[in-house]
């Protein structure tokens, strides 16, 4: 197994709201994230990482790191305070310096557009129900094309669409319903679709294409019925998310499925033509781990709707795989579906690939040396890294590979008890401190394979 090529695109990630803090600073207006519900003993996002007062530091650290580049959010509701209308100049100003200090480091800029934080303004006019928002989202991408467009040459739309969708926690409650959630993601389809079409007519020279995440099943055995499953699961979870920004139209086989759940999207007139306007460059896409799934004949009488596990009675039922390991929160690690998915992926699409996410979260802690000892997140890490270079050598076009995450951020569901970063940040959920950055482990380690060229 060889090196990489000398100009793959080594990094790491982020997300807005989970590393900014800085939440309501500057002219920023809330967005879902500041106004949502969260769990008992959960730390809120007000402050985060506060990347927003410390990102010179932190793009310090990320260059003696060696990172080739850095994979951020831009908040919408900093840029635009309800989401559309006025601009917030303290917010453009924001990225304007930390894109610049990206570049002054030596780092590319890859720029995701929306990461799960819509401006709570938009949400409290019907969010994506509302097709108003497909408009507003378009007309924000346009400014930060016209500002940032001359220094940033990838841009990412819309990040795990596909995990909004099927795990919108508003259906999972029941407060949704679930063609509403199918809907919506229509117009984030045609939002998409529209800014891929937009940058593209603007001449730029960079590339732009969506990041779902991304993560192909396998059938529990050699069943036919079980090899059946893992297509149709592979068809809601995967391709009704990729076959749209690459082909302009979605897939059949996912179709048919919603269609037989009653949960299909309403068209209206021109969609078809709107979405067949706006093909990707790349795929970028988040792997965490793999899925299987088994055929599934419910009882009778029981309802035909997917559950929190992705579900559907009549198609497939989500399983553990006994051949995996687990982490502590219980996900499976799964480094040889990397490159099964990155093969999938490629051989279907064609399209150049790269990883904005990967990575393991933790119970990372500050040890009596002053350091943080994260083996199990190297091993990780590297045996992940391995399959992914070996499925470059044979053959899939990787431009870029994105750890999740840089530094410590808040994770969504439990806090900063479950850490992903190479940086660890001092503070708990319940205790501000110093939030003094610490690399860990991980950090040289992963410095030594940008080095080596992914050896």
């Known amino acids: ?79 635009l305070p309800t989401g559309q209308g006025e601009v917030n100049p303290a917010g453009l100003a924001f990225y304007d310096e930390l894109i610049n200090a990206c570049i002054q480091a030596g780092i590319e800029p890859i720029v995701t557009m929306y990461h799960f934080d819509l401006p709570d303004a938009l949400e409290q006019a019907g969010g994506w129900a509302n ?48 063609q509403q959630s199918f809907q919506e993601n229509h117009h984030m389809l045609l939002a998409q679709a529209k800014v891929i079409k937009l940058y593209h007519e603007l001449d730029y020279a960079g590339k732009i294409g969506p ?16 090899i059946l499953a893992a ?5 809601i979870r995967n391709w009704l998310f990729l076959d749209v920004p690459v082909y302009g139209r979605y897939d059949p086989q996912a179709m048919s499925l919603l269609q037989a759940m009653q949960v299909a999207p309403e068209f209206a007139s021109g969609d078809a033509e709107i979405l067949a306007a706006g093909i990707c460059d790349i795929i970028a896409f988040n792997y965490y781990n793999s899925n299987t799934v088994a055929a599934n004949m419910p009882e009778k ?36 579906g990397f490159r099964i998915t990155l093969h999938e992926l490629y051989n279907r699409y064609h399209k150049p690939l790269l990883i904005t996410e990967n990575g393991i979260g933790g119970r990372d802690e500050l040890a009596a040396d002053g350091k943080i000892h994260d083996d199990y997140r190297i091993q990780y890490l590297s045996a992940h890294i391995q399959e992914m270079t ?37 503070r708990t959920d319940t205790e501000l401190r110093d939030l003094k950055r610490y690399p860990k482990d991980s950090f040289y380690w992963y410095q030594g394979v940008i080095r080596n060229g992914g050896v």
């Open 1 to 79: 197994m060889g090196k990489v090529p000398s100009d793959f695109l080594w990094g790491s990630a982020t997300s807005a709201y989970q590393v900014e803090g800085a939440s309501l600073t500057d002219g920023k207006g809330p967005s879902v994230q500041d106004t949502k519900k969260l769990p008992a003993n959960t730390t809120d996002f007000k402050v985060a990482s506060d990347h927003y007062h410390h990102f010179k530091e932190d793009i310090a650290l990320f260059q003696e790191l060696g990172l080739k580049a850095y994979r951020f959010s831009i908040a919408w509701s900093r840029i």
């Open 131 to 178: 097709r108003a928002t497909i408009d507003a989202f378009v007309a924000y991408c346009q400014i930060l094309f016209d500002h940032f467009g001359d220094r940033v040459q990838y841009w990412l739309t819309i990040n795990e669409q596909n995990m909004m969708v099927l795990a919108n926690e508003s259906v999972l409650s029941g407060r949704k319903s679930v």
């Open 390 to 426: 070996q499925a470059i050598h044979e053959g899939v076009d990787v431009i870029g590979y994105c750890s999740w995450s840089a530094l410590d951020v808040v994770s969504t569901h439990e806090g900063m008890r479950k850490r992903y970063g190479l940086i660890y940040v001092n």
């Open 301 to 336: 009488g029981q309802a035909q709707t997917p559950t929190a596990d992705f579900s559907v009675p009549y198609f497939f039922k989500s399983v553990s795989n006994p051949h995996l390991a687990k982490t502590e929160f219980g996900w499976e690690i799964d480094p040889i």
């Open 211 to 226: 990041a779902p995440n991304i993560a192909y099943a396998y059938p529990a055995s050699s069943a036919p019925e079980d």
């Open 231 to 235: 297509q149709w699961f592979n068809s």
